[in-house]
């Protein structure tokens, strides 16, 4: 059994820890990537990249439909066969060459196989020869695993081999009926990029749509999602799940049975933690690592958790940030540099509490950061919300006919900034980083007035909400 030491050894080479493995050879230390399965992780092969390929076809199609003078030049439909190929370009044909040689490039070792912890500091890999490493850290093991699907005690469901996320961005062949249990984000963006290949879409979501998000982000996805076709079954329990001979059969709360070819369970991740030898280190196997700001697990000083394991926030942007933060405290800490863990410090992970930016690319978009609403007065500030047609400003107008959305600002009164922002029409995903530099910076509503946006864009969002506000505080 070879033995080797490394300065750190990160276990999961998706986005997450490919980014820590970075920094951390960037700021000297050496490094072994460990990783089972394709270089890039979820996101690249089977999550964020090809759904996103799956969405965007639909979605140019549909913007020139919304142009007068430039709908008349759509004179034909979706071709599904061709956005399947421009999806497989982006998972190179779930091949991961490309990325294991940037791996190399940078100067970070990677270790082929399943990685198990085996003791404090100490992680055994096991190659699919199945020969054994056993290898050291120095200084510190940041954990990178993910997140699998998480399929619900629903009676049947596992027995019927339900496609998963996976299936669903990874499918070759398009089914003429699909069901989908969820109403979150998998659920909603799968629908709509289903429904745009002709599929016979059916969700069923137990509640509303796209709950921990204000509330007309969910309403407007569920409008959007029936126009297109799909049918939206809210408040929907599902009681059983049978496969048949010709596809799948669901049993719902009221009793009616739906039937469609395949059933997709959008229905959360739980953490891939249960066969990494978490026992051998006094954890309990199977559950998220919780850790600090600094994302040092509870309890340990060489233990991190990084990206979705650590049910921080479920989001490559998210865990890529905790990543950098990590990479560059380790590389710190090995070489006695000065380490900066006060709130917003270059390395914590402040922005994962109330600043964390998410798009749904539905149709409608859903772009928010930070808190909405609800969770700020949970949280226990003192509010106000500033609403706004986003149909109404003028490069909206100009930027599609009958452009429709809506716009949300969420106010902290004491200190008069911006907590939470949401927008929801068409291709608003690019709106969200003024929102999100306003929300961490905390720039004072006096100062962002002085933020003047171009006219005329779809970003006048801003000075509207701004009018908006200064109205309802005049009208107190
Ligand atoms: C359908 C879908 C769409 C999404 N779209 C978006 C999006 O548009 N934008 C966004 O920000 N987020 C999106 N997400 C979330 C995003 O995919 C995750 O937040 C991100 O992949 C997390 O990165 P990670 O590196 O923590 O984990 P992963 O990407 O899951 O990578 C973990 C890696 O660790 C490896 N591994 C696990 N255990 C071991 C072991 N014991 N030994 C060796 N290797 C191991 C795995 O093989 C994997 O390669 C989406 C998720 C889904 C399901
Ligand atoms: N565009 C993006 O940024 C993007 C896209 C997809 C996924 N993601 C990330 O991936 C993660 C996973 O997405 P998701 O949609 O699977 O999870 P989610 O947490 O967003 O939604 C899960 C849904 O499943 C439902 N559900 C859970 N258990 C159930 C049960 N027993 N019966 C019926 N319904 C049940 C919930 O009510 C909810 O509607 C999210 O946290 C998200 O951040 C991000």
């Not at 276990?11 to 920094?23: C, I, R, S, T, W």
């Not at 922005?351 to 969770?375: I, K, N, R, W, Y």
Request: glycine letters at 10%; one cysteine or more.
């Amino acid at each position: 059994m070879e033995q080797v030491e490394y300065d750190l050894i990160v276990l999961g080479a998706g986005p997450v820890g490919e980014n820590a493995a970075d920094l951390a050879v960037r700021g000297g230390l050496s490094v072994a990537l460990v990783e089972h399965e394709l270089v890039g992780g979820e996101c690249s092969y089977w999550a964020c990249m090809p759904s996103k390929a799956l969405l965007r076809s639909a979605q140019a199609l549909r913007a020139a439909k919304q142009v007068d003078g430039a709908a008349q030049a759509v004179t034909g439909g979706l071709d599904v066969n061709a956005v399947l190929r421009r999806r497989n370009s982006f998972t190179h044909d779930w091949n991961d060459d490309s990325q294991a040689d940037w791996v190399a490039s940078a100067g970070i070792t990677l270790v082929r196989g399943f990685g198990r912890f085996s003791g404090p500091r100490q992680v055994t890999v096991t190659a699919p020869d199945g020969t054994e490493t056993v290898l050291t850290a120095k200084h510190a093991v940041a954990v990178a695993t993910g997140t699998d699907a998480f399929i619900p005690d629903i009676e049947g469901l596992r027995d019927a081999r339900p496609w998963t996320s996976r299936e669903a961005t990874s499918a070759k062949e398009i089914p003429k009926s699909l069901a989908i249990i969820g109403g979150g984000v998998v659920a909603t963006e799968m629908a709509t990029a289903y429904a745009s290949f002709g599929t016979r879409v059916t969700l069923i979501s137990r509640g509303g749509l796209l709950a921990g998000m204000e509330p007309f982000a969910g309403e407007m996805v569920t409008e959007a999602l029936r126009e297109q076709g799909t049918t939206v079954l809210l408040n929907t329990e599902t009681k059983r799940v049978r496969r048949t001979d010709a596809g799948v059969e669901i049993e719902l709360g009221g009793g009616s049975v739906i039937t469609a070819d395949e059933v997709l369970a959008a229905t959360g991740r739980s953490p891939r933690t249960s066969d990494i030898g978490l026992d051998a280190i006094g954890l309990k196997p199977g559950s998220w690592l919780k850790t600090d700001d600094t994302l040092l697990v509870e309890g340990f000083d060489w233990l991190y958790a990084i990206g979705d394991v650590n049910h921080r926030a479920l989001l490559t942007h998210q865990g890529k940030y905790q990543a950098r933060a990590v990479g560059e405290l380790i590389a710190a800490k090995a070489s006695g540099a000065p380490v900066s863990t006060d709130a917003w410090g270059t390395h914590v992970a402040t922005a994962d509490h109330e600043a964390v930016p998410q798009v749904t690319f539905t149709d409608p978009e859903v772009a928010s950061v930070g808190l909405t609403a609800e969770a700020a007065g949970k949280a226990g500030y003192t509010t106000s919300v500033v609403d706004y047609e986003l149909g109404n400003v003028a490069g909206a107008s100009l930027y599609a006919d009958g452009y429709a959305g809506k716009a949300r600002m969420v106010v902290d009164e004491e200190r008069s900034v911006v907590l939470g922002v949401t927008f929801v029409g068409p291709d608003v995903s690019d709106l969200l980083h003024a929102a999100t530099i306003a929300v961490t910076a905390q720039v004072p509503i006096a100062r962002l007035w002085h933020a003047v946006p171009a006219y005329p864009t779809v970003s006048e969002i801003w000075l509207r909400l701004l009018e908006t506000y200064r109205d309802q505080q005049s009208r107190h």
